[in-house]
């Protein structure tokens, strides 16, 4: 573990985050126990916050709240312990937004989660009609490849999103899996653990 945790800080030194912040009282916590690769954070706008807990893996995790012509104000993004990331853009458009995501979390590959539709909807008094807020992940969820995690959703603690689903509302079920598009729970009463299946049978003697 000790030599595990020098290699991390030793590529943590030699692959630089890339950080880029336009504006006031914005907030970047980032612990030593973090490992980073090809990790980025752009922030336009001010008294805006990305906190990272302890223990988390961010390889190819782009963080952007706000663009250079749209600053967004009042914004939080933070990341639970021991989460994991391979591939993931997470994107706030909207001021007072927030993206809070669980412990013990892992996400695969080409996964976006986006608390804006960027573009905007308004009813015909010129309304906006889907105004972005918050995106909540539980404790220990499992979310698969090239999912889609849009505005105003929850996942509940220890489910499964299965590949390629786009969710698009709440989900308090917990220990379930969720898969579609647009996503629904499709089974109950399951857990996950990261070991591989043969690890699970080979443990039971069913080799």
């Not at 952007?64 to 104000?73: A, E, K, M, R, T």
């Not at 499992?142 to 786009?166: H, P, R």
Request: aromatic content about 6%; glycine content about 6%; some cysteine.
């Amino acid at each position: 573990m000790l030599i595990l945790y020098k290699l991390k800080k030793f590529l943590n030194k030699i692959i630089p985050d890339k950080i880029k912040i336009k504006g006031k009282n914005n907030i970047v916590k980032i612990p030593p126990s973090v490992y980073r690769r090809n990790f980025s954070v752009k922030i336009y706008g001010n008294n805006n916050t990305v906190e990272i807990s302890d223990n988390s893996y961010l390889h190819n995790l782009k963080i952007n709240i706000g663009l250079y012509n749209c600053p967004i104000n009042n914004c939080i993004i933070k990341i639970g312990e021991r989460t994991s990331f391979n591939s993931t853009d997470i994107q706030l458009g909207e001021s007072n937004s927030s993206v809070i995501i669980g412990e013990d979390c892992m996400f695969s590959f080409e996964i976006e989660i986006t608390c804006t539709d960027t573009h905007s909807v308004l009813d015909l008094e010129g309304n906006l009609i889907n105004k972005g807020e918050n995106i909540t992940i539980g404790n220990h969820v499992w979310v698969g490849k090239e999912v889609k995690i849009l505005k105003n959703t929850s996942i509940a603690d220890n489910c499964i999103v299965a590949q390629n689903s786009i969710v698009t509302k709440k989900f308090d079920t917990k220990n379930a899996v969720i898969a579609g598009n647009p996503a629904k729970v499709v089974k109950e009463n399951i857990n996950w653990v990261k070991d591989r299946p043969q690890w699970i049978l080979n443990k039971k003697g069913e080799n």
